[in-house]
């Protein structure tokens, strides 16, 4: 079952970026990310860190940042407890929740086997969600002209 549902994967990867490249070149594949790039290094991070209390045997985080357009967007952080040992650097493992859900590829628990799991909730997403007021005017870029850009509230945590 699992080789079927990754040969599946596989396909509509592959069917997904025919049908980009058949729409867009290369070269506007690149631009966009070049100007993407460029607008997301104008935008101050602006990375605020909440350490959270729940009763867990590691040390839990809540992020908070700014995205392109200066949108906010969250972030779990869960770091493994060190005790008295020197510290040391970990691995880190990152992971985004996809879009209409909250499921992520590694749980935060994880971090006891001696990783930094960073878990990312897009804008509007689960941890994200409260930041978003409305999904607002479509893209100035043109990427998608029926996708909805979403547009940040006040700032009310923190």
């Known amino acids: 079952m699992k080789t079927l549902l990754r040969a599946k994967s596989l396909f509509l ?7 980009i490249s058949s729409v867009f070149s290369a070269q506007d594949i690149v631009g966009f990310w070049a100007q993407t790039r ?4 104008r935008v101050p991070m602006d990375a605020r860190v909440e350490t959270l209390k729940d009763p867990l045997p590691y040390k839990t985080f809540l992020i908070t940042l700014r995205g392109l357009n200066g949108v906010e967007f969250r ?3 869960a770091l493994p407890v060190q005790g008295e040992a020197p510290a040391k650097p970990w691995p880190v493992i990152v992971t985004v929740a996809g879009y209409g ?4 590829g590694v749980m935060l628990s994880e971090c006891q086997r001696g990783y930094a799991i960073l878990q990312m909730f897009p804008r509007g ?3 994200s969600a409260d930041l978003c007021t409305s999904m607002g005017p479509t893209s100035s870029r043109g990427v998608s002209p029926n996708r909805k850009m979403c547009t940040t509230k006040a700032r009310s945590r923190m």
Do not use: F, I, M, P
């Not at 460029?38 to 290094?41: F, H, Q, S, Y």
């Open 13 to 19: 990867v592959g069917a997904a970026l025919a049908a």
């Open 38 to 41: 460029a607008d997301l290094a």
């Open 75 to 77: 972030a779990l952080l």
């Open 101 to 104: 859900g909250t499921q992520q």
């Open 125 to 127: 997403q689960d941890e």
